[in-house]
């Protein structure tokens, strides 16, 4: 079967477009890079890839706030394109600021009458934190997570505390096998809960531990570590100590897999 078409979509302050490229391409794909705006400028270029990928970055600077401006772009120029390119069976991946404008776009959760129903807002901390987290993945809906069990990776960011509008929000989500992607105790012999765990763990605060969401088929994913990241044992920030593993490599080679 021919490689699977990746798009990667990046905007001005977008800066791991080439890394995730590479994941992509590493797992069996066939990339392209594309400004937002091209997009805009012919939104039937999209009809030729069967993943979208928002990469990390800072898209437009987050000067509104993190990854806002990328979202309305996307909302009002290509929301039509892009629930079209959603439910044709497609994939989409949001890293980062790319989980950040996937949930204020409402490609990854629809609103409800009141507004959203989910954010990502600013860390506990108050400030950019980059450092490596433990991850475990919850169900079996989500397409890129299949058959992995835990990942070993970094986060960089200041706005990546999930936040839901009610408890109530977060149990269907949970039943739903939504909420896929878990910040773990960094004591692998430590008890696994909902309770919120204490940096460094959990860097930034996130309701009953939140790293990553699916949407309701499992095709469209956000999550705020960064898989692409750790491809190559000698990126573990422990390797010349002996430590290797957690990689983020099964995440890209799922997505390919899928249409194989």
Not at 30 to 40: G, I, T
Not at 106 to 124: C, F, K, M, Q, S
């Amino acid at each position: 079967m021919p490689q699977p078409n990746v798009l990667i979509l990046r905007a001005p302050g977008t800066n791991c477009d080439i890394e995730t490229a590479h994941a992509f391409t590493l797992a069996g794909g066939q990339c392209e890079s594309l400004h937002v705006n091209r997009l805009l400028e012919e939104p039937t270029l999209i009809e030729k890839f069967q993943i979208l990928c928002l990469p990390g970055g800072f898209s437009f600077g987050d000067d509104i706030a993190a990854g806002r401006i990328l979202a309305t772009t996307i909302q009002n120029g290509l929301g039509d394109v892009m629930r079209k390119f959603r439910d044709d069976g497609k994939l989409i991946l949001g890293i980062c600021n790319g989980f950040q404008v996937l949930i204020k776009s409402g490609l990854l959760l629809d609103e409800d009458e009141e507004g959203p129903l989910i954010t990502l807002t600013w860390n506990n901390s108050g400030r950019f934190d980059d450092r490596w987290v433990r991850l475990g993945t919850t169900g079996s809906k989500c397409v890129f997570l299949r058959d992995i069990d835990e990942m070993y990776i970094p986060i960089a960011h200041a706005e990546g505390k999930f936040v839901a509008k009610s408890n109530e929000i977060l149990d269907t989500l949970e039943s739903q096998e939504q909420l896929a992607l878990r910040y773990l105790p960094l004591d692998a012999n430590a008890a696994v809960t909902n309770e919120i765990l204490p940096p460094p763990a959990n860097p930034n605060g996130s309701q009953r531990n939140i790293a990553g969401m699916c949407d309701a088929t499992g095709r469209v994913f956000g999550l705020m570590p960064h898989p692409e990241r750790h491809l190559d044992d000698t990126h573990h920030p422990r390797f010349t100590r002996g430590e290797s593993g957690g990689r983020g490599n099964k995440l890209f080679e799922n997505a390919i897999n899928f249409f194989s």
